[in-house]
């Protein structure tokens, strides 16, 4: 198990909030197992940007993302070094600091 630390976010965490996870489990999962309802407008399946997190500690620890998950982050909003789709990245047994961005591109969401 690994502890996922949510760092408030005035959407979908006001308080943020601390997860125990299994390994295994991706972010995103995690998230909405957890009553966080982050956007996955693509229902996880590294289509979109809309689960965009920034890991601000434990990044190494996730598995290495493939070269169609950094296609589209170059399109997500606020992208930062430490960025994932959060489908995409699974938990190990390090634990993790996670920011959700204050915005994210969803033209659904957005009427657009």
């Not at 991706?26 to 997190?53: P, W, Y």
Request: aromatic share 4%; proline share 4%.
């Amino acid at each position: 198990m690994a502890t996922i630390k949510i760092l408030p976010h005035a959407a979908y965490c006001p308080e943020g909030a601390s997860l125990e996870v299994p390994a295994g489990t991706s972010i995103c999962e995690a998230l909405l197992d957890n009553n966080i309802k982050i956007e996955h407008a693509c229902d996880m399946s590294c289509a979109c940007t809309t689960c965009h997190v920034i890991v601000r500690e434990g990044f190494n620890s996730l598995n290495a993302s493939e070269e169609e998950e950094d296609d589209l982050l170059d399109r997500a909003w606020g992208l930062e070094p430490q960025s994932r789709l959060s489908c995409q990245a699974i938990v190990a047994q390090t634990d993790l600091v996670v920011e959700i961005p204050k915005y994210s591109i969803n033209h659904a969401k957005e009427n657009h």
